[in-house]
């Protein structure tokens, strides 16, 4: 009897066994864990499954954290050579290299992102971060920032959910590089891994204070945000709390970065090649669940290449894989929550409402946990709330032009100015269009590409200020930042 040949892929989990959770944390304050008060719990957003309980900081954790990171600011990281500190921070990137696997496991199982990018992606990053600022500590007087340059003092810092070990590196590296103490609050649905961070802070026998963390919600950023004791704030979340800390800290000492959300457009020309071009939209717009503020989600295509390239992209759609993010195997994990997803399904349904045509790639979605296919929506015009609002999540705006101004005027057409994509065979193309943009980073012919050298940073409601690079350095030193 002839057997069927199956081309399926057989399951390939990673194994949790690496990483060891408590059922319960506390906060971690002038090099110690203190018990916390309240707790709330974190879930593993593909199962539902609650993974542990997580504190949540009020006024008296939180003074306590300003008052560690002051202390070790006055006493011991301000007085430090620059050679010193950079080995410090040689020595956390070493350890997080060494305990890169757990670190990667700990990030899908709270975060919901496949194994496949928090292990290729966000934790050898997250290293090259403090890296790169290591290098930094000791030739600050060389970066071209004024040769007597002074870090704030203790900087404030609270980050999203949506690559939350990568933006702890992206704050705390160049922080301490630039000789500031550090006090940090995860986003309340993915603090494990910067928990974990705070043993490898111990590990490297870190000075007490020079970095604290506390866990919570809103109201511990505001707390921090308020709190007179700090004197930089750096930021990356939503546009509307960025607002509410713009105004908070307006006539205060302190100095402040914001790093916001984006619509980035994605332009096709119709002498690109298209292929490749497919692959940049699917990595610009699906990497991550579409959780990313620069992701490229309006694409912007030439008109003569529009049919070709949608009929491309659907075909390369129905190939990804959606599912349980622990498998090496998936390509799109599960959505970061529940308020995430009820987000994501009430804007689509306004596309589809406004008169765009909806299209979603054919897969089967696990019964538990929160999860949205790759869709695309065709038919987008200008005007369209899906067009127009950040939907931070795998849904695609799909926009069409005929002449390559009428793409560049449909590009900028948004109160935010992040990131953007060109895709050309024609290097003077490229250089005109990148030249009329107005976003803070953009890519020719790839999508989605980072490093710690490059700055990174958006125009109008995108943010202030710059991070990574010499230029994300800057924001750490007093006087030549974004003050
Ligand atoms: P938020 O901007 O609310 O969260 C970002 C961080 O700020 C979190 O640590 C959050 O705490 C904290 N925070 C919330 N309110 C305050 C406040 N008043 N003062 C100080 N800190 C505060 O983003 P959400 O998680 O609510 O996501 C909402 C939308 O924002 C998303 O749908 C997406 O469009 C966008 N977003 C953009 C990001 C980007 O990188 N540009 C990243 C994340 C979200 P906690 O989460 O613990 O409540």
């Known amino acids: 009897m002839e057997m069927p040949v199956s081309f399926d892929y057989a399951p390939a989990p990673e194994s949790r066994a690496v990483v060891s959770i408590k059922p319960k944390y506390g906060h971690f304050i002038a090099g110690k864990f203190v018990a916390g008060s309240k707790h709330f719990p974190t879930i593993n957003p593909a199962t539902e499954e609650v993974l542990s309980q997580i504190a949540l900081a009020g006024k008296a954790e939180v003074d306590a954290a300003v008052k560690a990171a002051r202390k070790a600011y006055t006493t011991t990281w301000s007085k430090m050579s620059g050679k010193e500190r950079g080995k410090y921070l040689f020595r956390i990137a070493r350890i997080m290299q060494e305990r890169a696997r ?160 984006g619509k980035a457009a994605n332009i096709i020309f119709e002498d690109a090649a298209i292929d490749e071009a497919v692959e940049g939209i699917v990595n610009g717009i699906f990497f991550n669940q579409g959780h990313v503020c620069c992701a490229g989600s309006r694409l912007i295509l030439q008109e003569s290449v529009a049919d070709e390239v949608l009929e491309k992209l659907k075909a390369r759609m129905a190939k990804i894989r959606v599912g349980d993010p622990m498998d090496k195997n998936t390509d799109v994990g599960a959505i970061n929550s529940k308020e995430q997803l009820t987000k994501i399904i009430e804007l689509s349904a306004s596309g589809e409402a406004e008169g765009a045509q909806r299209w979603s790639a054919p897969c089967d979605l696990p019964n538990k946990g929160f999860w949205f296919a790759p869709t695309i929506f065709t038919g987008v015009t200008q005007a369209h709330r899906i067009a127009r609002e950040e939907i931070f999540g795998p849904v695609l705006s799909v926009l069409t032009f005929r ?46 590409k980072f490093d710690p050298t490059s700055p990174f940073g958006g125009y109008k409601e995108s943010g202030w200020g710059r991070e990574g690079g010499r230029h994300g350095l800057s924001a750490y030193l007093k006087g030549v930042g974004h003050e």
């Not at 649905?189 to 590990?203: D, G, H, M």
């Open 403 to 448: 002449t390559p101004q009428e793409a560049i005027d449909k590009a900028n057409n948004t109160p935010f100015g992040l990131s953007a994509g060109v895709w050309s065979e024609k290097g003077s193309r490229i250089l005109w269009a990148t030249q009329q943009l107005r976003a803070g980073v953009i890519w020719a012919n790839t999508f989605n």
């Open 102 to 261: 757990e670190f990667a496991v700990l990030e899908t199982l709270d975060n919901g992102k496949p194994i496949r990018e928090s292990r290729d992606v966000d934790v050898p990053l997250a290293a090259a971060h403090f890296f790169y600022h290591a290098g930094w500590a000791d030739k600050l007087e060389f970066a071209g920032l004024g040769t007597s340059t002074k870090p704030h003092g203790v900087a404030g810092q609270i980050i999203p959910w949506n690559f939350p070990l990568l933006m702890l590196a992206w704050k705390v590296a160049p922080a301490l590089a630039a000789g500031n103490t550090v006090v940090l609050k995860p986003a309340e649905s993915t603090s494990l891994t910067a928990l974990l961070f705070a043993e490898v802070c111990q590990q490297a026998e870190l000075p007490a204070g020079v970095v604290n963390i506390v866990t919570g919600d809103g109201s511990t950023g505001a707390l921090i945000v308020n709190h007179p004791g700090i004197d930089k704030i750096a930021f990356t979340g939503s546009t509307e709390v960025g607002k509410i800390i713009a105004r908070a800290v307006a006539s205060t000492h302190k100095s402040v970065t914001l790093e916001l959300g």
